[in-house]
Nanobody
């Protein structure tokens, strides 16, 4: 049983930076892909970034060049460094952790990121 827990959300001015982190509430017993999605009010949930066990990273088009995903394998923690934030980045950011043997991963409760216009 894996329960991702996000932290680091908040309010930041346009052009500013913010860092998010996510770790399972228990120890991870399997190699996992870890990543982030976000959902703004009235919009569909959107892929943000993921990192595979081999370290391969992928980013959604809206955040390429501005966000960086990384992980600390020793603590099973995934990070999202967000730079040059824009009002359209305002959303609830959800962490997901997917063991490689599973088709569907585990979702956290989300953390709010607000960038005023």
């Amino acid at each position: 049983q894996v329960q991702p827990v996000e932290s680091g959300g908040g309010l930041v001015q346009p052009g500013g930076s913010l860092s998010l982190s996510c770790a399972p509430s228990g120890r991870l017993s399997s190699i996992s892909t870890m990543g982030w999605h976000r959902q703004a009010p009235g919009k569909e949930r959107e892929f943000v970034a993921r990192i595979t066990p081999s370290g391969r990273t992928e980013y959604g088009d809206a955040v390429k060049g501005r966000f960086t995903i990384s992980r600390d394998s020793a603590t099973d923690t995934v990070f999202l460094q967000m730079n040059n934030l824009k009002p359209e980045d305002t959303a609830v950011y959800y962490c997901n952790i997917r063991p490689i043997q599973m088709a569907v991963g585990y979702w956290g409760q989300g953390t709010q990121v607000t960038v005023p216009s």
